[in-house]
C-alpha cells in the first residue's frame, strides 16, 4: 500500500509541471487571479486523465532520481512552450493597447488591476480582460484543457526525448513568428489613425505656429483612438478568437508531423 502510494505521488508530481506551468503563463490564471492552491487544484483536474499512464510508468520502470529530476525539467519546459504559444494571441493585444495608450499621451496610465500584467497599460489590460472573458463565453477554455490533455499523448510523461522531427519544429518557430505580425494587423488600423492626426497637427502647427496644436493634440487623439477601438472591436476580437482558435491547434498539428515522420 506504502508502495502505491508512494509511486501515485511521484505520477502526480511528474503530471502536474506541465499542466501547472501553462496556467501560470496565460493571462487569466496567472498568481493575480488565482491563489497558488487553487491553481494548483485546477491543475490537478486538468491532468488527472494524464497520472494513469505516468502511474504505470512509475510502477513498471522504478525510475532513479536523476531520471525522475529530468523528466519533471522536461515536463515544466514543455509547459513553458506551451504556455507562450497559447498565450502570445493575448499578448498581442496587451502589446496594441499599450501602442495605443503611448500614442494617445507620453504620460502612460498604469494598469491596477492585480489580475493582469503590472507592466502592461490601462487600455491593454481592459481587451486583455475583454478578450479572456469573450474566450471563456465561447468555450475556448474547454478547448485549451483539450490541448494540453493532447499534448500528453503527443509526448507522453515517460518520454524524456521528443518524439517529432524537423515539420513540428518547423510549426513550433513559426509561431512564435507570427506574434509580431499580429500586433502590426492587430493595431494598425488605429495606429495609422492616430499617426494621421499626428501628421496633421504637425502641418497645422508649421502654417500656424501660433496655436497651441500640442496641447490639442492628446485629447483629440484620446478621442479618435477610443472611438475607433470601439468600432473596430467586433472585426479585432473575431480575428482574435480565431487566432487563439488556431494556436489550440498546435497539438494535432504535431502529431500529424509526428505520424508522418
Do not use: C
Not at 30 to 40: F, P
Amino acid at each position: 500500500m506504502l508502495i502505491d502510494l508512494h509511486h501515485l505521488l511521484l505520477a502526480v508530481a511528474l503530471t502536474l509541471p506541465r499542466t501547472a506551468v501553462v496556467l501560470a503563463i496565460l493571462p487569466g490564471f496567472g498568481a493575480g487571479t488565482l491563489g497558488v492552491m487553487l491553481r494548483a487544484a485546477v491543475a490537478f483536474g486538468m491532468s488527472l486523465p494524464a497520472m494513469l499512464p505516468a502511474y504505470h510508468f512509475v510502477r513498471d520502470h522504478h525510475a532513479g532520481v536523476m531520471l525522475l529530476t529530468a523528466l519533471g525539467i522536461k515536463e515544466a519546459l514543455i509547459g513553458l512552450v506551451l504556455g507562450i504559444l497559447l498565450a502570445a494571441p493575448m499578448w498581442a493585444l496587451q502589446s496594441v493597447g499599450s501602442i495605443v495608450d503611448m500614442q494617445r499621451s507620453p504620460i502612460q496610465i498604469q494598469n491596477g488591476n492585480a489580475s493582469i500584467d503590472r507592466d502592461a497599460s490601462a487600455l491593454g489590460g481592459l481587451i486583455l480582460q475583454a478578450m479572456v472573458v469573450m474566450m471563456i463565453h465561447a468555450g475556448l477554455l474547454a478547448a485549451l484543457a483539450r490541448v494540453v490533455l493532447d499534448s500528453y499523448a503527443a509526448w507522453p510523461v515517460g518520454s524524456l526525448g521528443p518524439p517529432f522531427g524537423d515539420v513540428p519544429q518547423a510549426v513550433l518557430v513559426n509561431r512564435f513568428a507570427e506574434l509580431m505580425w499580429h500586433i502590426v494587423v492587430y493595431g494598425a488600423p488605429i495606429i495609422l489613425v492616430l499617426v494621421l492626426i499626428d501628421l496633421g497637427m504637425a502641418v497645422i502647427g508649421a502654417f500656424a505656429p501660433n496655436l497651441q496644436v500640442s496641447f490639442a493634440a492628446s485629447p483629440i487623439k484620446s478621442l479618435a483612438g477610443m472611438f475607433v477601438l470601439l468600432v473596430y472591436w467586433s472585426t479585432l476580437s473575431h480575428y482574435a478568437s480565431g487566432d487563439f482558435a488556431r494556436a489550440l491547434d498546435l497539438i494535432p498539428s504535431l502529431l500529424a508531423g509526428s505520424t508522418g515522420r
